[in-house]
């Protein structure tokens, strides 16, 4: 009898007229879990790709910021004339804990375990991780051409991410860019324009004596220290001023350069 009763509804709604509620009900329902199984699909598969695109983009990232990036280079293999180290940003050495291949910077910094709360933060990033990837350029004697720091902080409208590119004596920048923001075109974002990131090469990190003399800043101080502050962008340039020295400082990696520098680690 119920058997009876399903194959009457099912003869009921296959004999209602094309344009019935129901018929439009149902075919409605049928197209959206259509729809929403071919964007999960998507959205699952296009992960898988959107993480790649976003390592190669950090690696692009790195060489160009090493200086050995050009149209049409084989990044994966260049690539791999990088060391990548992790470095105990509070002891000033090199860690083995972490293997450099898993290690996620971004989810350090916000891991209690592994990061500490700011008291004093000029970048404005809240937390900072106790460890960090950097990125060691050696010459083919294995001795070390450049050393690539990850730095960030808050600019006026967004964190930028980026990395500065130091001169094997850990004092000379090499180098600078941003690989994320959302500052302003034409504004902040002209942290991206070339004749602006070549400012950086060559500018000193500390005087002879050990002070932390690098500065973004309308007037140069002293030239060899002294980027120029990005017209009509002062709050960025702030931000860009705050958090190279924060990154560069006390806080940051000055005990790991100070170890480098003095071959102790
Ligand atoms: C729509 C809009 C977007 C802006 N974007 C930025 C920005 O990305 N970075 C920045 O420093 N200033 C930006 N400014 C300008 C700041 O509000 C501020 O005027 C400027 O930083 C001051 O720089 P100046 O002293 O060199 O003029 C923006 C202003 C407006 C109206």
Redesign the pocket.
Known sequence: MPEQRKENIFTKFKNMPINSTPKTIFVAVVLCLFCSMIVSFAAVKLKVLQQANKIRDKQINILQVAGIYYEGIDVEESFSSFEPRIVDINEGVFTDRFNPKDFDDAKAASDPMLSIELTDDPASIGRRSNFATVYLLKNKDQSIDKIILPIYGY???STLYGFVALEEDGNEIFGLQFYQHA??PG???EVDNPKWKSQWAGKKIRNPEGDLMIQVAKTADAKEYHVDAI???????NGVHNLVRFWLGESGFNKFLTNFKNGTM
């Open positions: 600019g006026l409208w500052e302003t504004l902040g974002g017209a009509g962008a002062t709050l960025t340039s």
